[in-house]
Every structure is written in C-alpha cells, then in structure tokens.
C-alpha cells in the first residue's frame, strides 16, 4: 500500500462549482448519475487528464458534454478513472451502479435496519460515484432521489426540498438543493421508513429553522433530550461564538449500524442511534452525556468544519481539535466545570497518552498517512483540543475572539490548513505564534519535572522546570514545546498566595494575583517569587493546562493537603490521582517482593475525609474517589505488570470498602433516600448524587465484602432509571456465577427489544473481572443477539474485552491475543475500519513482560501474513510491528 505525504500535496486540476445528483434507489443496484460542471485552473497545462475516484463502483457509461465518451479515452484504474483529452470547462456525465446492501464496509451508501444511508468521510464519496473526492474541491450539490414511497416515506438529502412528485414510473422524485458549496465529504442521503420528532427553533437575528430528528417509529419515544440538546447548542453558539445556523431545515438521522458516533453532513447529519436515543430507562447519565455533547459537536461543526473545512486530511484536527475544544466549553458551562475538565483528562489519559508513547504515535497534523480512516485518533481529536485550549490560555479568551472572529471573517467558505487558522489568531493580536506551533508537528507527550528551593531568609521561592520529548516514530529530536503551566502557591492556612516574580515591582498590576500561568519555552525554565516567607504547597499544572505528565516531588502530605485545600477543583481532584497512583504503585512493588499488602492509613484518612466533607459537590466527591483506571495506570509503568495493577486496585477497593463501610453505607443510604420517588432528571446535582451512591456501592460490594451485596440487587431491581440499575448490576456482574447469572438473564429478559440495552448487556459481560472472562465471552459470541455485521455490538463485546478486561485480555496463555486476532481477520473481510479499531489493544506489545510480548507479537505477525489485508489493518499492524 502507498503512503500518502503532506509534502506531496497540489491543488486540484479540475474544480467543480455544481454537480446534479440523481439517485435510483434499490437495495442491490442504484443506479447513480452525476452531472458535474467541471472548471479547468488556471494553474493547471491544457494537457492535463481528469483524475476521478472511484471505489468499487460498476461504471455504466461517462460522457462529456452530453457525448458518450468510450474506453479509448479514459482509464480504469483500481480506485480512479483518468480521461484524457478534456476540454477546459464541461459537463461530466458518469452513470455508475452500486450495491447498498451488500455494502458491509459502512461507507459510502448502505442499508441499516432497511434504511438507506450514507457516510461519505472520509473517502467514502468515490464509493458512490467517480469524483474529484478531496475536501478541496467544493461543489454545490442538487440530489434527486427516485424511490417507492410505499417502501421508502422519508427521502432526505442536504439542504432544503425543491420538488416533489410522483413520475410517470410511479415512484416518488423528490429533489434537494444546498446552496452552500461543500466538499463530498459533506454529502448525505437518507431514505426510509422514520418517525418524525420536529421543533422550531429562532435564531438570534430572526430567521426560522425547523428542528427535524428522524428516527425508526418504535424509537419515536426516546427523542426528546436529543432535542432539547440541540437547542442548547444552538443557543450556545450564538452567545459563545456569534455564529447562528444558516439553513432553513435542520435534520438528524438516527441508525443502528454506523463505524463511530455521528456525522456533521451539512444540514442533514447522520448519527449512532447510541448518541441520540434515551429514556431514563433505558440510557444512563452517561449516555445522556454523550448525547448532549455528541449532538453539540456535529452541530458545532457546521461553523468549524463545514463553513470552513480542511484543505486535505492532513489538516483533520483543524475542524476536529477545534470542534471537540468547542463542544468541552459548552459542556463545561451546562455541567460542572470542573467534573467536565476531569472528563476530559480522564480521556486524554487513557486513550491519547498511550498513543502518543506507542508505534502509532503522530503529531496533531500527521504528515504522512496509509489509510486516513486510521487517523480519527485520540491525539488528532483531543490532544488537537488541548492544543486549542492552549492558545486560548496563552493570550487570553478576549484575544482568542478576537482570532476567531478573523478566522471566520477571513475563511468563510474555504478549505484551508492549521497554518492558517494559527496565523488568524497571530494576524488580530498582532502576535509570533510561530514556537506555539511545534505543538502541531511534534508528536509525543512532554514530561515536565519541577524543582522547589525556598529560602526563608530571601524570602523567594523558587520553581525550576525541566521539560523533555522522546523520540517518537520519525522523530528522533525535538525541539521544546510553549508550555503554559497555570500555577498557584498554597500558604499553610490554605489560602493562595499572590504571586510577584523577582523581578516584578511589588505595585505591578500582575503581582497580587492569585494564579498566573507560567510559560515554559526552553528546555529549562525557572521563575523566582518574592515575598514568600513560607514554604508554600505549589499548585501546578491547574486545570490541567497542558497536555504533559508533570512529575512532582510533593510529599504524601502535601498531596493530602492539596486533596483538602487546593482552592482550584480539578487540582483537587488531580492530587487525589497522583496519591492514588502512589499508593497503588507501592502496593505492586509490594506485591512483587512478596510483602503482605497493607492499605497506609493515611490514604485511607484522606479518603474518608473527602467522602465526608459534605461542603463538597458530591459529583466531586465521586470523581476524587475514583481509583484511575487500569490504562492510565498501565501507562505509569515502564513494563506493564498486568497482575500488580489488577491485584493491587482490587486490593485498595476492597480495603476502603472494608475499612470504610460505615461512612460508605451512610452516604449511600442519605443519597438513595434524597432522590427516592424523584422522577429521573438530568441534571448536575442528580447526576452527581447518582455518580457518588453508584461509587459507594462499588467499594460496598468489592469482590470478597458483603456488606453492598443485598443494596446493589435491590438497586439493580427497583430502579426507575438506567443508571441506577446498571449501577447495581455492575457489581452483582463482578460475583460468582450464582449471584450474577440471574441478574443477567433477568436483564436481558426485560431488555432483549432495545438494541442499546443489550449492548450493555455484552459490555458488562465483557469486562466483568472473572477467572474464566474469556469463556464467557465465547459463548457470548453464539448468543443470538452477537452479530459481526453491527459496530456497536462488536465494540460493546469484542472492543470492550479486549480494552478493558486486562485480566481477561492478557490471560498469561496468550489465548486472548489469539482471540482477537481472530476477530480482526475475519472483521476485516466486512468492515476493516473497525477491524482496524481492534489492533488498538495489541500497540502497547512492547511494554509488557517477554512471554506477553512473544504472544501479542506472533498474533500481529499472523494478522500481518494474511492475503488481502485491507489498508486499515495493513497500517495498524505493520506499524506495530515495525
Ligand atoms: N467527522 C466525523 C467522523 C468521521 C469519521 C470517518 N471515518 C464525526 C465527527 O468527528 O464529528
Ligand atoms: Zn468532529
């Protein structure tokens, strides 16, 4: 397979201000012809062929200027067609035939549930017709669509319904038209059998737009928070942004089978019915989290993606990084702030950080690509908004608006690179972000190390950082990074001090602030405080202000301090973490040298003052006593112990369980009794409630302790909403057989008819920590329910294990590697992106101990020997292994 290069780049021969689209519908050959005005640039020598993509498509005819065009002139090459001899402006006429239903791949146009649908991003446009298929050339689009209407009610395409009728065939034409040029990728049909929920909207300057969600009929109920977070969206962006929506329908289509969570077609998006279904029953606080912000980020999009789109896909985290920066804020200011910035680390952490230290490791703007489906990563999508909210500390939010303003002033209507968006916020502050942009090219996390000295006599205090960036894959040497590091300085009672640098007059206006953020530009930076008389407790990194692994020397006590004082809450949140690494870091070296594990009560003291300081937002509280997960505590280590990390967490879960069941049980009970009787509602303070009593359940019912075993089935039994039941089932999920047999027959029972449900049903399954998770997990692979060909279900059981059940996973036989290997191979003959997905578990090969190594190693090597591989897969793996 061929590497694409951003250095390879040149823009389009031919461009195409209009293409009149016309679509036959039938499961197994549409019939497609595309009627494209075609342009010459100026650029461009008169000699030059035309160069169309196309994948998998039957060709039935191509003419120019309405002249049939033969064989002779054109060639068909795998994925292109070149024609020779074109005039400088003409009409293209290319007539192809597809197969929808056969399109197991999900790009391109295919069915789900006998709906018709599409997904056209990346590179899924050229599976419907040949076409100039790059984010740079952007065309305006007129869609008819041909079906029976006694099959087909709801035809839908991009844009606002022009004509309507039925033809002498006795099928119904209906035609859209966008007036907004757009590139392929933002090219959507829809046709079938939907409900409609609709809602008007008004936007801030007048102009009415009708809010339309279409989902299948028996799903009509669970539409309404989907709605409602549109508006906020809507709302939101005119307030935050200044930018209002700019087409008269706003639609959104739900389907079942779809490779990820949604997709921002201009005015017709295209979503995972995971991201827009829910009903307290069925969904829990965290599906209606994700739908709020899910919805939110496609809507967001049309600004910053679709109004202004990429130049090629190098350039994917302009709209991507951007977007998720944008939908972080606006969730951010409708949930707890802090609980939301936590969110966002968690992910980061879990997810990116390993990235970023493994094979597959790129910079924010990859500069060389194999398959581009493989970089929706974790690095170009969050890093890339940790890389925006950066800037954005860095001068400050008036001058961040200020660049934005200009951006979209300047941009509207074009395809443009991250140079370009960097330079608009340089050009309206009048600013050199030229070392800021290191950030877009230079892969890898930066380790930050800090130094203190305090000196009574001087009175200053002293902070000394040190920054590094290994190496990643072609990048042996780096240069340093702008490191914004917000800091604070703790005095003794608690409170912060202000903070005058040395060399600041002590009337300066910055000297009495309590916070100031510090920029590192050079490998070794140190600032000196004045008027410091005693050691004071730094407070680093606040917000987490950097994507970066800062490594403090703080003592436990200071951490513990921290934990109870820090006056900035994802600080307090974040000393809770890094204490907890500690402690659970000793406890494997304990567990490795054979010493009895041992729980320090100082832990445990701290522990049990923030679960009992009710002075606390209890979804604080929840998120402060949530031990970090095992990939981020994978990611600590430089040789992953699978074993240690198990036994250990298990270990200080029950313990604070044990030890603190009590002060457990109270908490529980008082949150259960506060919210009894309540009707679901999704708010901050009740999502925080339920997250704190579900936690407290967890350590109640810690494999080996009782005492939350008979809360958790009465939980899992009379809740009214998903999320307390899953609640209690995730730790009868964690008992023997007998005691969680029942409650999953029991739940796939009541649950068997609402897909999204029984994907939880798989999920918990997957990753419930049991000796025999494997068997399990085959004999959940012949359920009737397991199917291959739905994305969400091989996540929910295949993806799911395989992330997030080490125990199981890693099983020392190897038989787990084996497994999904397995998977992979036969996924990748119907749906290689997310067979490609699945290689993630097997990037972090090297890190683990020889025998694991060997094992996950011969399981690529095998993926690697098959015939056929698709490019998804081939770039993963021999990545991997190289
Ligand atoms: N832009 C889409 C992702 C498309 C993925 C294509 N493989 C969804 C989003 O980020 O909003
Ligand atoms: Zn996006």
């Given amino acids: 397979p061929k590497t694409i290069l951003l250095s390879e780049y040149t823009p389009p021969a031919y461009l195409v201000p209009s293409i009149d689209l016309e679509f036959r519908l039938d499961p197994h050959a549409t019939r497609v012809t595309a009627v494209s005005r075609m342009e010459r640039t100026a650029d461009t020598p008169a000699d030059a062929p035309l160069v169309l993509n196309g994948a998998g498509l039957k060709l039935v005819s191509v003419a120019i200027d309405g002249a049939p065009v033969g064989p002779d002139r054109w060639l068909q090459e795998e994925e292109r067609l070149v024609i020779r001899k074109v005039p400088a402006a003409f009409e293209l006429t290319v007539v192809t035939e597809i ?12 069915l789900s549930n006998g709906i018709f649908c599409t997904q056209c991003e990346a590179e899924g446009f050229r599976k419907i017709t040949y076409f100039p298929d790059r984010p740079d050339v952007m065309a305006r689009y007129r869609t008819t669509i041909i079906g029976d209407p006694a099959v087909l009610p709801v035809m839908l395409s991009n844009g606002n319904p022009v004509a309507d009728e039925i033809g002498e065939d006795g099928l119904r034409h209906i035609t859209w038209e966008d007036p907004f040029p757009k590139p392929s990728y933002l090219f959507a049909l829809v046709a079938g059998d939907l409900a409609l929920c609709e809602s008007p909207f008004t936007t801030m300057s007048g102009r009415d737009v009708s809010l339309r969600l279409y989902v299948e009929p028996r799903n009509a109920d669970k539409c309404e928070h989907a709605m409602a977070s549109l508006k906020k969206a809507m709302v939101w962006d005119e307030q935050a942004y200044g930018r209002e929506y700019d087409l008269d329908i706003y639609m959104i289509v739900a389907v079942d089978d779809f490779n990820m969570g949604a997709m921002e077609n201009k005015g017709l998006n295209v979503f995972n019915s995971k991201y827009i279904l829910a009903r307290p029953d069925t969904a829990t606080d965290s599906d209606y989290g994700g739908i709020e912000a899910v919805v939110a980020h496609e809507y967001f999009h049309n600004w910053t993606g679709n109004r202004i789109t990429c130049r090629d896909w190098f350039q994917l985290s302009l709209k991507e990084g951007l977007t998720v920066f944008r939908e972080q804020q606006f969730v951010a200011d409708h949930q707890s702030a802090a609980v939301s910035r936590i969110h966002d680390v968690r992910v980061l952490r879990a ?66 690179t991250c140079e370009d968006f960097v330079r608009a916020h340089a050009d309206a502050n009048e600013l050199d972000l030229g070392d800021f942009f290191r950030w877009y090219v230079q892969a890898g996390t930066p380790e930050v190390s800090v130094e203190t000295r305090h000196d009574p006599e001087s009175r200053s205090f002293e902070l000394t950082f040190t920054q590094t960036l290994k190496p990643t894959p072609g990048q042996p040497v780096k240069k340093p990074m702008v490191i914004p590091v917000r800091t604070a300085l703790i005095g003794a009672d608690g409170a912060p001090l202000a903070l005058r640098l040395a060399n600041e007059a002590a009337d300066a206006p910055e000297a009495d602030q309590t916070e100031r ?86 832990f445990r003291d701290a522990f049990a003052r923030t679960i009992g300081d009710d002075s606390l937002d209890p979804a604080l509280i929840a998120e402060a006593l949530t031990l970090p997960g095992e990939s981020y505590l994978a990611e600590t280590m430089t040789r992953i112990d699978v074993e240690g990390i198990t036994a250990a967490r298990q270990f200080v879960r029950r313990e604070i369980g044990r030890s603190l069941e009590g002060l457990l049980l109270e908490v529980f009970d008082r949150l259960a009794a506060e919210d009894a009787g309540k009707p679901y509602s999704f708010d901050p303070a009740s999502v925080g409630r339920r997250s704190l009593a579900n936690l407290c359940l967890a350590y109640l019912g810690a494999p080996g302790g009782t005492a939350g075993l008979e809360r958790a089935r009465r939980r899992f039994e009379t809740a009214d909403n ?35 449900v029984v994907d939880k049903w798989f999920m918990v399954q997957a990753t419930a920590s049991r000796a025999n998770a494997l068997d399990h997990v085959l004999k959940l692979m012949e359920h009737p329910a397991f199917s291959m060909r739905n994305p969400n279900r091989v996540r929910s059981l295949i993806g799911a294990f395989a992330a997030s059940n080490p125990r199981g996973f890693h099983e020392a036989s190897g038989r787990g590697y084996d497994f999904l290997a397995d998977q992979i191979i036969t996924l990748d003959a119907s749906n290689p992106q997310i067979a490609a997905r699945l290689v993630g578990p097997f990037k972090r090969w090297r890190r683990y101990d020889d025998q694991r190594q060997a094992l996950m190693r011969q399981a690529l090597e095998r993926i690697a020997a098959r015939q056929g591989l698709s490019r998804d897969v081939y770039e993963m793996v021999s990545k991997s292994l190289a």
């Fill in 351 to 416: 997810a990116q950080f390993p990235e970023d230290a493994g094979p597959t490791a790129h910079p924010v703007r990859p500069d060389s690509y194999i398959e581009i489906s493989n970089f929706y990563t974790s690095t170009v999508y969050n890093k890339g908004a940790e890389v925006i909210r950066m800037l954005h500390t860095l001068i400050g939010p008036e001058a961040f608006a200020r660049g934005m303003d200009l951006y979209f002033e300047r941009h509207d209507g074009q395809a443009v």
């Fill in 99 to 110: 197969d929808p239903a056969g399109n197991t791949a999900l790009e391109g146009l295919y």
């Fill in 517 to 602: 953020v510090l920029v590192l530009e050079d490998r070794v930076t140190r600032f000196t405080f004045a008027d410091v008389a005693e050691r004071p407790v730094p407070s680093l990194l606040r917000g987490f202000s950097a994507p970066v692994k800062l490594e403090t020397r703080a003592e436990d006590a200071d951490l513990a301090f921290l934990m109870g004082h820090d006056d900035d809450a994802f600080n307090r949140w974040e000393a809770a973490q890094t204490y907890a690494i500690r402690v659970i870091h000793r406890l494997i070296a304990d567990a490795a040298a054979g010493r009895p594990l041992v729980l320090p009560a100082d």
């Fill in 722 to 756: 998903m999320t307390d039941a899953l609640g209690g089932l995730l730790v009868l999920a964690d008992q023997e057989d007998a005691l969680s047999q029942p409650a999953f027959d029991a739940f796939y029972a009541r649950w068997k008819d609402e897909p999204l």
